[in-house]
């Protein structure tokens, strides 16, 4: 019922001479991810495949063995991101050295992965190391077993390749020409194994769907939940980045603010409003010996601390201090009050709003108690 169709792709994906849609990002980047190589062709590529040394965008890192272009940020992060790993290389002390409570170390390459993502049933590392010694031994996807010797492990392509890789040459079966038709029914790449059949594979940054024969893009950031800002995905491999103004931690997951102001929380227990530094864990008093202060909000641009009283019925105003103390503190708001037990601060408007539930009202002045209505 599929023969002869010619599958419509989304404005986010590039149409393969054969027919497959495979994500826009992905053209052009030395991969064959459609399978005839249209996605890499120079009729498609401002670039050859193989680009020469410095064509390379400024903020990129280019890879020795084929020349490919990776973001400059990834040079010296403790992932191989090339596949010779020359991103990691002359980093003089600058990779990152993976977390032993959080993380597991690649064997090959070195290359950080959550720790629960090891023996998982999927391979994540490039050697397949985070599937090992994982209890009783069998052969962990994406490989299969020789048929007559279930301890050797073969890769899909190792099988049908026309060369005897099993001892009794069980993997290059009768067989194997089951592909031919209709490609075994597998969206991208079709092997038949040995004792299997035929078996549907993708290529890398996708996976089978739940048909075992259709791929589609892995969401490697959805399985990742590390980064506390932004996470990127190229194919198989995940970077945590951060919003402007924020640089990432050396765990490389969490990001830490570069704004040299001093985060705070400012609050009241009804009698007294304090402040609570966030970094240094500093504890003062701002204005003792109130009535009953239950509502309070800030004024950033003006350092300015507004406050109700629901026993005096007035709203306050007052001026914050670099070292952490409130001055010039006064009235703005004293007549026609019965409970004010809400307050907001329009900083953009230059207006303050306030509940009062006895009165069931919402009013609203300027900031200096003017204009009230």
């Given at each position: ?15 393969c001479t054969n027919g497959r849609c495979v994500p826009e990002h992905w ?347």
């Amino acid at each position: 019922d599929e023969m002869g169709c010619s599958p419509s792709c989304s404005d986010m994906q590039f149409k393969c001479t054969n027919g497959r849609c495979v994500p826009e990002h992905w053209i052009c980047d030395g991969d064959n991810d459609c399978g005839d190589f249209s996605d890499e062709t120079n009729a498609n590529c401002t670039e050859p495949v193989t680009r020469s040394p410095g064509i390379c965008h400024r903020k990129q890192f280019q890879c020795y063995m084929d020349g490919s272009c990776v973001p400059l940020r990834w040079h010296c992060d403790g992932d191989w991101d090339c596949e010779d790993g020359s991103d990691e290389s002359n980093c003089a002390g600058n990779t990152r050295t993976c977390n032993s409570h959080s993380e597991f170390a690649c064997k090959d390459t070195g290359r950080c992965i959550n720790m629960s993502w090891v023996c998982d049933g999927e391979g994540d590392c490039e050697d397949n190391s985070d599937e090992e010694n994982c209890g009783a031994f069998s052969c962990k996807p994406p490989t299969y077993s020789c048929l007559g010797n279930t301890s050797i492990c073969l890769l899909p392509e190792k099988f049908c390749n026309g060369k005897e890789e099993c001892p009794d040459g069980t993997d290059e079966s009768p067989l194997c020409d089951e592909c031919a038709l209709n490609n075994g029914g597998c969206s991208h790449h079709c092997i038949y194994v040995t004792g299997e059949g035929i078996v549907c594979s993708c290529p890398t940054g996708m996976h089978l769907s739940s048909d075992k024969k259709t791929c589609i893009v892995l969401d490697y950031c959805k399985k990742h939940l590390k980064c506390s800002q932004v996470c990127e995905q190229h194919k198989k491999t995940i970077k945590c980045s951060c919003y402007e103004g924020w640089m990432l931690a050396p765990d490389g997951n969490s990001c830490i603010s570069l704004d040299p102001f001093e985060p705070y929380i400012i609050f009241s227990i009804r009698h007294e409003i304090r402040r609570l530094d966030l970094r240094k864990q500093d504890y003062n008093l701002l204005v003792p010996g109130l009535r009953n202060t239950i509502a309070i909000d800030f004024h950033f641009n003006q350092s300015s601390l507004y406050w109700t009283d629901v026993v005096e019925d007035k709203i306050y105003k007052g001026k914050l201090s670099e070292v952490g103390a409130v001055s010039n503190v006064e009235i703005i708001v004293q007549h026609g009050l019965d409970t004010p037990e809400g307050l907001a601060v329009d900083w953009i408007a230059g207006n303050i709003y306030w509940i009062d539930s006895k009165m069931e009202q919402i009013e609203v002045a300027k900031l200096d108690g003017t204009l009230r209505t």
